[in-house]
Nanobody, 123 residues
Framework: QVQLVESGGGLVQAGTSLLLSCAVS????????MGWFRQAPGKEREFVAA???????YYADSVKGRFTISRDNAKNTVYLQMNSLKPEDTAVYYC?????????????????WGQGTQITVSS
């Protein structure tokens, strides 16, 4: 069984930065593509960023240039560095794992999910 645990959420002011971490246990982390998604109240879960086995990355247009996804296979951890945060970034952020080389941008394409971490950005 694969377990994902996010950390690093909180309440921050607009324009500041935050680093999310997602620790993965239970399987060979390097065999998984990883993604970050977010869900704001009353909205559907949306894609934020993803990274493949080979560190290829892809971002939603809304976060491109502000967020950076990375992975450390030695630590079984994926990160999301979030800079220049905006109030519209407020949401619960989830990490997800897919048993494949390549990532996808839809939530249904992922096999495992973390419990989520709240990020609130005040103006």
């Amino acid at each position: 069984q694969v377990q994902l645990v996010e950390s690093g959420g909180g309440l921050v002011q607009a324009g500041t930065s935050l680093l999310l971490s997602c620790a993965v246990s239970g399987r060979t982390f390097s065999n998984y593509a990883m993604g970050w998604f977010r869900q704001a109240p009353g909205k559907e879960r949306e894609f934020v960023a993803a990274i493949s086995w080979s560190d290829m990355t892809y971002y939603a247009d809304s976060v491109k240039g502000r967020f950076t996804i990375s992975r450390d296979n030695a630590k079984n951890t994926v990160y999301l560095q979030m800079n220049s945060l905006k109030p519209e970034d407020t949401a619960v952020y989830y990490c997800a794992a897919k048993r494949a080389f390549a990532f996808v941008v839809v939530p249904t394409g992922y096999d495992y999910w973390g419990q989520g971490t709240q990020i609130t950005v005040s103006s």
